[in-house]
């Protein structure tokens, strides 16, 4: 056991530089004609190409010439060949134009908007083109703050009741044995009292978050399309159940303790499914790598976080005899689970590596690369203070002779109240975190369209209330979606 722990930090560098990525994202491919491209003729249609489906309720494109910068009337249609095509209604004059485009991925959920310029007889103005998925865009500052809750206080809910199965009840906290150093009732007491609090604030968390993502991919608060985006595709289904099992567990844990478990460790699988791993491939493969990834996350990170919460203002009180009772009986039970779901997490970020951020390379020559390097920094910091007050601080802390130095004791408890803050900021980021750019064309060159044949205008069919593929194919006409689909992104 002790060599294993040594072993700690060397697999945190080294096994978690290939920590969890969230890579697998939705992404726009390429378009016909080229971004900045120069046509001799007006194009027959114009094609968007993209990684993933598309919502078809919640996806649309609008075609804008720049000169009145007047919307042109169009017909567009999502085929299920992951492709979006704007057919003029009428030969395009000569001038420069621009495609303005929003989609959402039935996978992953999110949303992604930009715009392909390009010119008929004539330059391509505003540059090629740009694609938007910035954090901060459309209000992003909420859905980080929401996302950062549901992980901070979902991880922790998940651990004070997993650790409480896995080490044989609520009492592995506050033991008997404490008693004589502490007040073991009010650490109790706390403990329960913490765990109810963090319940809740875990469904408040996963409703932010759920009601964020979907006005956001609705664009705007709107019931219908919101509704089609929570029931009518993968990823809205799999935050609805997270709001669902969040809930069930809120309620279930203090009568049931094993249902409550098992009730967040399926929200925990419903956070992997409605990430970026629904994106990867193979997709079941990278969702359940990720499950298990949260799952040592919560109970190695989460409970790091609940321990301290809930013995914080008794070691603060308590003097020596506390900490000395804490560190003989309370912190080795912890340890038994700490280190494996380490291990787990590390092997976990391994897998991440390989299915979904595609090359180690990717950790230094991109901005998303290089946050998650900062993370596996932070994450091999945090195993390398616990490995030090492990192996070092706490023996010594325990010691008769010789009696333990002052300086080591305080070493090993700024050691421990400082792990729950490095855990926060191991928070997984996400790769749509990060703005890009369309690929620039690749050349200006003119390109002479097929004869196009003639197209006539056709209005929008009525709205079904619900579909059962991904996307279905429909045209309609850009000018007949109206004001509501254009005025926003």
Same mark, same amino acid.
């Given at each position: 056991?002790?060599?294993?722990?040594?072993?700690?930090?060397?697999?945190?560098?080294?096994?978690?530089?290939?920590?969890?990525?969230? =890579?697998?994202?939705?992404?726009?491919?390429?378009?016909?004609?080229?971004?900045?491209?120069?046509?001799?003729?007006?194009?027959?249609?114009?094609?968007?190409?993209?990684?993933?489906?598309?919502?078809?309720?919640?996806?649309?494109?609008?075609?804008?010439?720049?000169?009145?910068?007047?919307? #042109?009337?169009? !017909?567009?249609?999502?085929?299920?060949?992951?492709?979006?095509?704007?057919?003029?209604?009428?030969?395009?004059?000569?001038?420069?134009?621009?495609?303005?485009?929003?989609?959402?991925?039935?996978?992953?959920?999110?949303?992604?908007?930009?715009?392909?310029?390009?010119?008929?007889?004539?330059?391509?103005?505003? *540059?090629?083109?740009? $694609?938007?998925?910035?954090?901060?865009?459309?209000? *992003?500052?909420?859905?980080?703050?929401?996302?950062?809750?549901?992980?901070?206080?979902?991880?922790?809910?998940?651990?004070?009741?997993?650790?409480?199965?896995?080490?044989?009840?609520?009492?592995?906290?506050?033991?008997?044995?404490?008693?004589?150093?502490?007040? %073991?009732?009010?650490?109790?007491?706390?403990?329960?009292?913490?765990?109810?609090?963090?319940?809740?604030?875990?469904? *408040?968390?996963?409703?932010?978050?759920?009601?964020?993502?979907?006005?956001?991919?609705?664009?705007?608060?709107?019931?219908? !399309?919101?509704?089609?985006?929570?029931?009518?595709?993968?990823?809205?289904?799999?935050?609805?159940?997270?709001?669902?099992?969040?809930?069930?567990?809120?309620?279930?844990?203090?009568? !049931?303790?094993?249902?409550?478990?098992? $009730?967040?460790?399926?929200?925990?699988?419903?956070?992997?499914?409605?990430?970026?791993?629904?994106?990867?491939?193979?997709?079941?493969?990278?969702?359940?790598?990720?499950?298990?990834?949260?799952?040592?996350?919560?109970?190695?990170?989460?409970?790091?976080?609940?321990?301290?919460?809930?013995? %914080?203002?008794?070691?603060?009180?308590?003097?020596?005899?506390?900490?000395?009772?804490?560190?003989?009986? #309370?912190?080795?039970?912890?340890?038994?689970?700490?280190?494996?779901?380490?291990?787990?997490?590390?092997?976990?970020?391994?897998?991440?590596?390989?299915?979904?951020?595609?090359?180690?390379?990717?950790?230094?020559?991109?901005?998303?690369?290089?946050?998650?390097?900062?993370?596996?920094?932070?994450? *091999?910091?945090?195993?390398?203070?616990?490995?030090?007050?492990?192996?070092?601080?706490?023996?010594?802390?325990?010691?008769?002779?010789?009696?333990?130095?002052?300086?080591?004791?305080?070493?090993?408890?700024?050691?421990?109240?400082?792990?729950?803050?490095?855990?926060?900021?191991?928070?997984?980021?996400?790769?749509?975190? =990060?703005?890009?750019?369309?690929?620039?064309?690749?050349?200006?060159?003119?390109?002479?369209?097929?004869?196009?044949?003639?197209?006539?205008?056709?209005?929008?069919?009525?709205?079904?209330?619900?579909?059962?593929?991904?996307?279905?194919?429909?045209?309609?006409?850009?000018?007949?979606?109206?004001?509501?689909?254009?005025?926003?992104?």
């Amino acid at each position: 056991m002790r060599r294993l722990l040594l072993a700690v930090p060397a697999v945190a560098l080294a096994g978690l530089v290939l920590a969890p990525a969230a =890579w697998g994202h939705a992404a726009f491919v390429g378009s016909t004609p080229e971004p900045g491209q120069r046509l001799e003729a007006s194009p027959q249609e114009l094609s968007l190409r993209f990684t993933e489906p598309l919502i078809e309720d919640l996806s649309r494109a609008t075609l804008v010439a720049e000169a009145g910068d007047r919307e #042109v009337p169009a !017909r567009v249609e999502i085929t299920a060949q992951r492709r979006m095509t704007v057919t003029p209604v009428d030969p395009l004059a000569r001038g420069a134009y621009r495609v303005q485009w929003r989609s959402v991925s039935p996978l992953d959920g999110h949303a992604l908007e930009g715009r392909v310029s390009f010119g008929v007889r004539a330059a391509a103005v505003r *540059g090629a083109g740009s $694609l938007e998925q910035s954090p901060l865009a459309r209000q *992003g500052w909420i859905r980080v703050v929401m996302r950062l809750a549901l992980y901070a206080f979902g991880l922790t809910f998940a651990a004070a009741l997993l650790l409480a199965l896995v080490l044989g009840g609520r009492g592995w906290l506050a033991p008997r044995q404490v008693d004589g150093a502490v007040d %073991g009732p009010a650490v109790r007491a706390r403990q329960q009292r913490l765990t109810g609090d963090l319940a809740w604030l875990t469904v *408040g968390a996963a409703v932010g978050i759920v009601l964020a993502e979907a006005i956001d991919a609705a664009d705007g608060l709107d019931p219908a !399309r919101m509704s089609v985006y929570l029931l009518d595709s993968p990823a809205g289904a799999a935050r609805t159940g997270l709001v669902l099992l969040a809930l069930a567990a809120a309620l279930a844990w203090r009568q !049931r303790p094993r249902t409550g478990a098992a $009730l967040i460790v399926l929200a925990l699988g419903a956070i992997a499914a409605s990430g970026h791993a629904a994106s990867a491939t193979p997709r079941l493969a990278a969702i359940a790598n990720d499950w298990l990834h949260l799952l040592g996350g919560a109970l190695w990170l989460g409970g790091m976080a609940f321990l301290a919460a809930v013995w %914080g203002p008794s070691l603060r009180r308590g003097g020596d005899g506390a900490r000395r009772a804490v560190a003989r009986h #309370v912190l080795p039970a912890f340890g038994r689970v700490a280190l494996p779901a380490f291990v787990l997490v590390a092997g976990t970020g391994l897998v991440s590596l390989i299915l979904q951020l595609g090359s180690p390379s990717a950790l230094w020559t991109t901005d998303y690369g290089r946050l998650l390097a900062v993370k596996i920094v932070v994450v *091999g910091l945090i195993a390398l203070a616990s490995a030090v007050h492990a192996l070092r601080l706490r023996p010594r802390l325990l010691a008769v002779h010789p009696p333990p130095r002052e300086r080591d004791v305080r070493r090993h408890w700024r050691l421990v109240r400082a792990e729950p803050a490095m855990a926060l900021a191991s928070w997984p980021p996400s790769r749509s975190w =990060w703005p890009s750019r369309c690929r620039p064309a690749s050349s200006a060159r003119p390109v002479t369209p097929r004869p196009r044949r003639p197209a006539t205008p056709a209005r929008c069919p009525a709205r079904r209330p619900t579909s059962s593929r991904w996307p279905p194919t429909r045209a309609c006409s850009s000018s007949a979606r109206g004001s509501a689909a254009t005025a926003t992104g």
